[in-house]
């Protein structure tokens, strides 16, 4: 089943603009992750963070978890056109260790 | 450093057919999992290896079948294929089980 919930699920904007996204899911975690997919491909995984931390920063990617709202956000600063991929997060539940995604928030970004 | 791969890239298959799909981890890695991705949606888990036995399942039928081999690769079977199995399958590694899972480029699986 699919735990994690991406909002929004499209998102358009130019380079150099900031990209914000959200995921929101249902049970407790151990920790939280984001993926990037290019086109159907494989993820690559951005960042990991756990339910003890609150932020986490790579790069140009800030991350934050709000376990209270069961909430996390995805900043991706200064975006480029390569930045252009669908964007999912995953959680693992204390119960198990399957990772459980949402459907993506498909990011378009233009020139 | 070889992350994950995958085989077959692609693959087609008739209604009934079986399928075996392989997959190597990420050197150092010892935890194998699978996941299914049907068009437009996110990856839905399918089963865990881990010390060469299965660890938990994701709610998919018993014609989804896995071995994890000694050098820590692994397989995914499926028998009786429908024409709701076509998706891409992903492999993920990961060194114990609730660390970063990498995932492989994938195998998409068309069945007609």
């Known amino acids: 089943s699919q735990q994690g919930e991406e909002d929004p699920q499209a998102l358009s904007i130019q380079e150099g603009e900031n990209a914000t996204m959200n995921c929101s899911y249902k049970?407790?975690?151990?920790?939280l992750q984001w993926y990037r997919q290019n086109s159907g491909r494989g993820l690559v995984h951005l960042i990991l963070i756990r339910s003890n931390e609150r932020e986490k920063h790579s790069g140009r990617l800030r991350v934050t978890l709000d376990t209270s709202k069961k909430s996390s956000s995805l900043l991706i600063t200064a975006s480029r056109a390569a930045d252009t991929a669908s964007y999912f997060c995953a959680t693992d539940e204390d119960s198990g260790y399957a990772l459980n995604f949402g459907k993506g928030t498909s990011l378009l970004v233009t020139p | 450093d070889a992350g994950v791969t995958q085989s077959p890239t692609h693959l087609i298959k008739t209604r009934g057919q079986q399928v075996t799909l392989r997959c190597s981890p990420k050197?150092?890695?010892?935890?194998v999992s699978w996941y299914q991705q049907a068009l437009g949606q996110g990856p839905q888990f399918i089963f865990q290896y881990y010390e060469e036995e299965e660890r938990q399942r994701g709610n998919f039928p018993d014609r989804f079948s896995g071995h994890q081999f000694p050098n820590y690769s692994s397989e995914l079977n499926v028998n009786a294929l429908l024409l709701g199995d076509s998706a891409l399958y992903l492999c993920a590694s990961s060194f114990g089980r609730r660390e970063t899972q990498y995932f492989g480029p994938g195998t998409r699986l068309l069945v007609l």
């Open positions: 050197s150092g890695h010892d935890t």
């Open positions: 049970t407790s975690i151990n920790n």
